[in-house]
């Protein structure tokens, strides 16, 4: 059984930096695509960041492109979402997710098998 745990969030003054992680359980990452969502109250979950297994390829949403870094850590099965100079509008539960498709639809939620529970991030003006 996969089970995806994140961990990280917190609130945070504009400017302001977190980390977020998601460990795998039951499942490596190998062959896998692994992504970052948000949600924020009354909006649709998006697409913030994905990687592809060994970090060869990485994807990033134009809102965090240049704030937001995914990175991943194989002998930890963990992947990490730096978020840096963070804005009011970052404000959502992240969550991480995982599919078996490749990372070719990295945006589109519907793509994705497994999910986290999320992890709250608040930032504030």
């Known amino acids: 059984q996969v089970q995806l745990v994140e961990s990280g969030g917190g609130s945070v003054q504009a400017g302001g930096s977190l980390r977020l992680s998601c460990a795998a359980f039951?499942?490596?990452?190998?062959?896998?695509?692994m992504g970052w969502f948000r949600q924020a109250p009354g909006k649709e979950r998006e697409g913030v960041a994905a990687i592809w297994p060994g970090g060869s390829s990485t994807y990033y949403a134009d809102s965090v492109k240049g704030r937001f870094t995914i990175s991943q850590d194989n002998a930890k099965n963990t992947v990490y979402l730096q978020m840096n100079t963070l804005k009011p509008e970052d404000t959502a539960m992240y969550y991480c997710a995982l599919t078996f498709r490749g990372c070719g639809d990295w945006g589109r939620p519907e793509m994705y098998n497994y999910w986290g529970q999320g992890t709250q991030v608040t930032v504030s003006s």
């Open positions: 039951g499942y490596t990452y190998s062959g896998t695509c």
